[in-house]
């Protein structure tokens, strides 16, 4: 995606938006106002509102891609260090392009058929990298169990902290993609 700088402010403005009213709530008018344009100037950078849901998804999917992969060029190849290098990245994503994420975690239902296909292959990627040292940990027995599920549980654990997680709080996010790991690999040695 190559998108103009205002195109890409109208994006971050949409998904702020987004989050705080819901997609089926946000009226055209007031993605308008909230990027300070009349309505009729938003259809200059956007066909539809389809369209800037769509946009808001594609670019938190692309940075969590982004950062997942540098995160994982960076650490050794230990399946340790790839399941910690993992939940270290997905906890930035939440917290450096929050709103994005978090559309393309509760919105993507509201994605049309033609959007959910050219997207598909984005979200795709990411759980491909996830699969990939999920199967790295099962192996090494550091966890157990089904991939899917111990991807899926995984997943689930880390964007439910949107919801609860004070970064300003008592742990950094680091510490916090720690512990959960720990969690998990804790309880596949005690088995």
């Keep these: 995606m190559n998108a103009s700088p205002r195109r890409k402010e109208l994006t971050r403005l949409a998904a702020q938006l987004f989050v705080q009213e819901g997609f089926d709530r946000t009226t055209v008018r007031m993605l308008a106002q909230e990027m300070g344009i009349k309505s009729g100037s938003l259809f200059h950078h956007f066909r539809d509102k389809q369209e800037i849901l ?41 917290l450096t392009d929050r709103n994005a994420h978090v559309v393309a975690l509760y919105e993507w239902r509201r994605l049309d058929s033609e959007a959910r296909a050219h997207l598909g292959h984005l979200r795709d990627a990411y759980e491909s990298l996830w699969e ?26 880390l964007n439910w902290t949107v919801r609860w ?7 950094t996010p680091d510490e916090l993609a720690d512990e959960l790991v720990v969690m998990i690999t804790r309880s596949a040695s005690t088995r």
Excluded: Q, W
């Design 165 to 171: 997680y004070d970064p300003d709080g008592t742990r």
């Design 54 to 94: 769509a946009a808001v998804i594609e670019e938190g999917t692309e940075n969590a891609l982004v950062i997942a992969k540098e995160a994982l060029s960076r650490c050794d190849s230990s399946a340790s260090s790839r399941l910690h290098a993992m939940a270290r990245a997905h906890l930035e994503t939440l």
């Design 132 to 157: 990939e040292v999920i199967d790295d940990a099962l192996a090494a027995g550091l966890v157990h169990g089904d991939r899917f599920l111990v991807s899926r549980f995984v997943m689930g654990a």
